[in-house]
């Protein structure tokens, strides 16, 4: 999930990313791209902060589930 968030963070070119990468990033995808209403994206808040960050200024709704 991290490597997703990076990809779309840094609008990264999929073709000049690890194989590995490229596999992980699709399932990401495929899953993406099949809610209607509502996609709830899940990742480890050290590890993917600085995505994070990127994503909310882009319009996205961040929301950490660990803060009371």
Do not use: C, N
């Amino acid at each position: 999930m991290t490597e997703a968030l990076r990809m779309i963070a840094e609008r990264s070119d999929p073709l000049r990313e690890l194989k590995s990468v490229q596999a992980a990033v699709q399932l990401v995808f495929v899953g993406a791209t099949r809610p209607t209403h509502l996609l709830v994206l899940a990742a480890h808040r050290d590890r993917s902060k600085k995505y994070a960050d990127a994503l909310g200024g882009a319009g996205w709704d961040i929301r950490d589930l660990t803060e009371r």
